[in-house]
């Protein structure tokens, strides 16, 4: 088992453990319906995983606020408004890195980033979710050599490229 599989299991285990102990009727749940609460519990676990692989890497929205000297409802609006991306986790709103120019220094939002996800905002209106962008950005795309849009953000060359890869992800999502 690799390292986040052995942690996962055995997180998982320690926490079924101790659940168990803190509630002793769960011993009389049918094994049938053990199985099936385990599955469940393993394609959760599982999908988070994948989010976290898809989203790269992250700050939080009230850190990156504090970087650009503006406030969380300022990105919130920004948000909102299809010019920046963000995916609301439990406890903090993450912002994949990729959007962002100048990390650690004087941290600007990417035109790049800005131009793809307004064209997803505009293309799918009301139906414009931005696990869409996320996910798009963290697939390989024809219409920019087989690259993920996330890893070539920076490059403004690419920016007419990066945005006809975005509309046709967008339209076929419409």
Known sequence: MGDALSTLVDTFRETLDQQFKRHPKLYSVEAEAAEDFARDAADWAISHCRWHLALGETISLEHLARDL???PKDLEDQVARGELVALQGRFDTFIPVWQIEGMGDKPRIRENAVAVIHVFYEILGRFYRPENVISWAATKQEEIGQRR????MEDESLKDDL???ATAAARSLR
């Open 149 to 152: 849009p996330r890893d070539v």
């Open 163 to 165: 945005i006809r890869a």
């Open 69 to 71: 000297g503006e406030t």
